[in-house]
């Protein structure tokens, strides 16, 4: 409600995009076809897409803080689902789609590195990795390309996606209100920084892997 004398805040009609864009993926949470996008998404980034379901698991978490460590879940079914497709096209196809995939990055060479000096430790790579907000994908093919052990590629996918998204609904599920309010408050701010996050994971990508 404005008050009178009060100036009626006006957002440039970027930011107008982007506020529509916000409201429709908090309306769309409580549509039943929402955590079945999420789960495809979450799919997908494990195997071979670039985008990551994060933009719609916050605003999902923010409307239905109550379904949280639901949306969690779904998530982390999707991305070890998902790691096993990832695994399998490094295994039967890395030469040609998993070799692609990498190399959208540019890190044919880093990845071709890595595999040959990591293979003693690669359970701890593939957790650590998976705690982190870069494409998964990475990892779960060139765990295949590397034949590593199944059983120990399912846990290491279970603990570090499992965790990653379980700290986000954490976080949200009990503090979801003071979050939605600041977004709403600030959404060019939080949108700027959620492009940060998402788009960062590509640009340190080859500094962390």
């Known amino acids: 409600m404005t008050l009178p004398g009060e100036k009626t805040r006006v957002l440039p009609r970027r930011w107008l995009r ?3 864009a916000y ?6 949470a409580s549509h039943p076809a929402a955590p079945w996008l999420l789960f495809a998404l979450t799919f997908v980034e494990s195997s071979i897409s670039p985008l990551p379901p994060i933009p719609l698991l916050l605003p999902m978490c923010i409307a239905r803080p109550d379904r949280a460590l ?3 879940g779904v998530c982390s079914l999707g991305a070890v689902l998902g790691g096993y497709v990832g695994y399998g096209i490094g295994f039967l196809l890395y030469d040609s789609l998993g070799a692609w995939l990498i190399g959208i990055y540019g890190l044919q060479e880093k990845a071709a590195s890595l595999i040959a000096t990591s293979q003693d430790y690669w359970f701890w790579v593939l957790v650590t990795k998976g705690l982190t907000p870069i494409p998964f ?3 779960t093919i060139m765990s295949g390309f590397l034949h590593f052990d199944l059983w120990k590629f399912t846990v290491g996918m279970v603990v570090s996606r499992a965790s990653f998204f379980l700290m986000i609904a954490i976080a949200l599920r009990f503090y979801g209100d003071d979050i939605r309010i600041f977004i709403e408050k600030h959404l060019p701010v939080a ?3 959620l492009l940060l996050v998402v788009v960062g994971g590509f640009f340190v990508l080859p500094l962390v892997v």
């Open 18 to 20: 982007c506020k529509r």
């Open 23 to 28: 409201d429709w993926c908090v309306s769309y």
């Open 70 to 72: 639901f949306y969690a």
């Open 137 to 139: 994908k990475i990892v």
């Open 191 to 193: 949108a700027l920084a």
